[in-house]
């Protein structure tokens, strides 16, 4: 489904990502694990063509499509979802109508109210969220889990083909992580050819959600992958190791 290849990225003449690849096939569920700085928030708005970053080299394919170059609204309009690790807020523009006109639009076509409002309050009912808030403006005066809330309630009615978590438990008490990432794992079932991509610091979410494979980026490439396993050994061993191995490589490569 993605497809990344020998991506450099630079941000104010600073390299960010440096020869990353991955290669995500559908229904697979993979986790991107680091330290602070490491690239991995910078790769998730890469992928969605962010202007603020410079794609030196490298290709993004999307179901077999070259998309580095496609803006923003038409990546997402094919199936690319990104949960943001600190969301937004829209004052004027309520969730409600946001996403009825993000669903009118990816549609072409006028969709029934009745359906949507059904979908909706369905939604709303599983993350366990205020009624009222739908038609309040977009996280205006919510708190970090209800921001976190929002974003999963969009991507239940955007129905995405591959889903990106950025650092979606950040903020979250143990019963909202709990709520979100069981909504996470039921759109799974219920859409069982999407794939999911969860950046994180932490192997917690990674209870909830399971991966099938696990990778440790460290200086802006993926220096180990594994299965979940490999999430526990970060979680005992921490990302040192990581970091010591990277900086004799670069060292080593300095000198040639």
């Not at 059904?118 to 969220?129: H, R, S």
């Not at 205020?130 to 974003?151: A, Q, T, V, Y």
């Not at 955007?158 to 438990?169: G, M, Q, R, T, V």
């Given at each position: 489904m993605l497809d990344i290849k020998n991506l450099h990225v630079k941000i104010d003449n600073k390299n960010i990502l440096e020869n990353f690849n991955i290669h995500i096939s559908k229904g697979e569920v993979h986790a991107i694990m680091g330290p602070n700085g490491t690239g991995k928030s910078t790769l998730s708005r890469v992928i969605l063509n962010d202007k603020r970053y410079t794609v030196e080299k490298g290709d993004i394919t999307f179901n077999g499509e070259n998309i580095r170059n496609l803006s923003t609204d038409k990546i997402?309009?094919?199936?690319?979802?990104?949960?943001?690790?600190?969301?937004?807020?829209?004052?004027?523009?309520?969730?409600?109508?946001?996403?009825?006109?993000?669903?009118?639009?990816?549609?072409?076509?006028?969709?029934?109210?009745?359906?949507?409002?059904?979908?909706?309050?369905?939604?709303?009912?599983?993350?366990?969220?205020?009624?009222?808030?739908?038609?309040?403006?977009?996280?205006?005066?919510?708190?970090?889990?209800?921001?976190?809330?929002?974003?999963?309630?969009?991507?239940?009615?955007?129905?995405?083909?591959?889903?990106?978590?950025?650092?979606?438990?950040?903020?979250?008490?143990?019963?909202?992580?709990?709520?979100?990432?069981?909504?996470?794992?039921?759109?799974?079932?219920?859409?069982?050819?999407?794939?999911?991509?969860?950046?994180t610091h932490y192997p917690r979410i990674l209870e909830y959600i399971k991966p099938d494979f696990v990778h440790v980026m460290i200086g802006g490439n993926i220096k180990e992958s594994g299965t979940y396993d490999l999430a526990l050994k970060v979680e005992k061993e921490g990302y040192d190791s990581y970091k010591t191995s990277a900086s004799i490589v670069s060292d080593k490569e300095q000198n040639e």
């Open positions: 997402a309009n094919k199936g690319i979802f990104l949960a943001n690790q600190l969301p937004c807020e829209i004052d004027g523009v309520t969730t409600a109508d946001f996403l009825r006109t993000v669903v009118t639009n990816k549609e072409d076509k006028n969709i029934s109210l009745y359906e949507f409002i059904k979908k909706v309050e369905n939604a709303q009912t599983d993350l366990k969220m205020k009624p009222d808030m739908i038609h309040r403006s977009i996280n205006k005066g919510f708190s970090g889990g209800e921001k976190k809330k929002n974003e999963i309630l969009q991507m239940k009615i955007l129905e995405p083909k591959l889903i990106i978590l950025d650092e979606i438990d950040s903020g979250l008490d143990v019963d909202s992580l709990k709520v979100v990432s069981e909504n996470v794992v039921s759109y799974l079932r219920e859409h069982n050819d999407a794939s999911v991509l969860i950046i």
